[in-house]
């Protein structure tokens, strides 16, 4: 069987400097696996966090990056009956989607609605499920099951996938939302709603004039503690499910604030512990706020895998709009 392109990660440091494409085999298929030839898999920050050792004590090397992505199967192993050769399908719940082609447990790979093209199957799934995760996080702990109308509710990193699919799905909510971003150039790109009102983070902290229901952020830092000391209101709640700033969250701003809960939200979290029918159903709902336009991610470009240097650079390009993909077929 032919040797496939795939990405390697054999040490931890910056994505750049760590990764290197290597020409690997093609293991034997064991039962109960599938082989998925990839068509598209995305580019996004939590697919570079591991690769920088943050996670090391639960990842082992050398690995394969990429969480999402689509693809083609391409052999079935002994013991599989849900899919057979040529359909299309989601592998969920594990790294090595930057490769050519990937050997998963069947039971791990959902089947892909033919409606929807390879672009939006590579990208219906990390960001949308933490998307509704968020808010399902965000009514338990505002104690709303009935919904989140009225509640002030600030959204940092406001112009990213995800901080754009909660905008849209709190403002359908009713919820009073602020769009907390970085730049004016950013804040001129974030969708039209009515009511949304717009901050920029800078040197001075945002007043505290403005006070929030509930925080969910993903920059932490210095921007995520001031906004968790300043602006939430008494009983509130910061959900925390990023650090774009590479910084925690200080344990002053923790300690300053008794009053309000603290949370933090991992996607995985509900992936590895929601069993096979919460997960398809989850996806469900993925794939309707894809063809609804609510989940629907602006693409910026597709390279190559053997380009990935350059689908790197693009991702970390000030000006990128959209996600980067990567076509790990060439
Ligand atoms: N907890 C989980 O399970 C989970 C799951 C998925 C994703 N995430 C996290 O969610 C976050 C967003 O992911 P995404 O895929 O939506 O991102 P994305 O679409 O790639 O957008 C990230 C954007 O955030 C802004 N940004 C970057 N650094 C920033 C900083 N220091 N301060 C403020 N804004 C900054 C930049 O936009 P501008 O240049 O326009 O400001 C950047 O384009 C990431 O931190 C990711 O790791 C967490």
Known sequence: MADHLAALVAGYGRPEDVIRLASLPRPELQPGMVEIAVERAAINPSDLIPITGAYSNRTVLPFIPGFEGVGIVSRVGADVTDFKLGDRVLPLGASGLWQATLQRPSEWCFAVPADLSTEQAATAYVNPMTTLRLIAALKDHLGSSSGLSGLRIGITAAGSAIGRMLLLMLSAAGAEVTAIVRSEATAARLPALPGLQTRLTGQQPI???????????????????????????????????????????????????PDVRFAFLWLRTFVHSAGRQALSDALAECFDGVRDGTFASEIAATYPLSRLSDALA???????LG????????
Request: charged fraction near 15%; hydrophobic fraction near 45%; glycine fraction near 14%.
């Open 207 to 257: 007043g505290k004039d403005m006070m929030f229901d509930a925080m969910v952020d993903a920059v932490g830092g210095v921007t995520g503690g001031a906004l968790l000391q300043n602006n939430l209101s008494a009983g509130g709640v910061f959900l925390q499910y990023g650090a774009l700033s590479g910084i925690p969250i200080a344990q002053s701003a923790l300690a300053a604030r």
């Open 314 to 320: 693009h991702h970390h390009a000030p000006d990128r």
């Open 323 to 330: 996600k980067v993909l990567i076509d790990p077929r060439c």
